[in-house]
């Protein structure tokens, strides 16, 4: 059976156009038992090996960039290799290179990776404009190399055209 079409994300880069959430992971460990890095990388094990190879999760999805980082580390990191997407939703208040480079590092840290494959940035008030300050910086890291795509979440069309 053929696994889903496929969609490029970025240049030289595809992913499944099917993608697997991992917000339950965080509804899972509510009740503060963490998952089993391991086996539940295992799991998704099973959704690759049926051609559904791109993974979605966020900075607050529980262990699930822990999990992904699993999986990811079972692969050539220069070879074929599940995709994982993940956002970094910090809260309203001052975007300094610093921090978003620290949030950029934890998701890094957390995934077991080099560059991230796709950073989706979310922001909560608009309100508050450090967000365009935060996409500057997010901009030079992924000229560093760090971050392949970056996406938003959370953003409209208006806020988007800025």
Same mark, same amino acid.
């Given at each position: 059976?053929? @696994? &889903? ?5 970025? #240049? ?8 697997? @959430?991992?917000?339950? /992971?965080?509804?899972? #460990?509510? $009740? ?6 391991? !086996?539940?990388?295992?799991? =998704? ?8 190879? $791109? ?6 999805? *529980?262990?699930? #960039? =822990?999990?992904? @980082? !699993? ?5 050539? &990191?220069? *070879? ?5 997407? $993940?956002?970094?939703?910090? &809260?309203? @208040? ?9 949030? /950029?590092?934890? !998701?890094?840290?957390?995934? *077991? %990776? ?36 970056? *996406? %938003? ?10």
């Amino acid at each position: 059976m053929p @696994g &889903p079409e496929r969609w490029t994300y970025a #240049e030289g880069a595809s992913a499944s156009r099917v993608i697997c @959430g991992l917000w339950q /992971v965080a509804d899972l #460990e509510k $009740t503060g038992t963490i998952l089993d890095p391991e !086996r539940a990388a295992d799991a =998704l094990e099973a959704y690759v090996a049926a051609g559904f190879d $791109t993974f979605d999760m966020a900075d607050h999805y *529980g262990s699930a #960039e =822990l999990i992904a @980082g !699993r999986l990811l580390a079972r692969y050539d &990191p220069a *070879g074929p290799r599940p995709r994982a997407f $993940t956002k970094w939703c910090p &809260p309203p @208040g001052p975007m300094t290179a610093e921090i978003v480079r620290r949030g /950029v590092t934890d !998701r890094l840290t957390r995934l *077991g %990776v080099e560059r991230l494959d796709l950073l989706q940035f979310h922001w909560w008030t608009f309100e508050h404009l450090a967000w365009l300050d935060a996409l500057h910086e997010l901009a030079k890291l992924r000229d560093e190399g760090l971050i392949e795509a970056i *996406g %938003v979440t959370n953003v409209d069309a208006a806020h988007l055209h800025l």
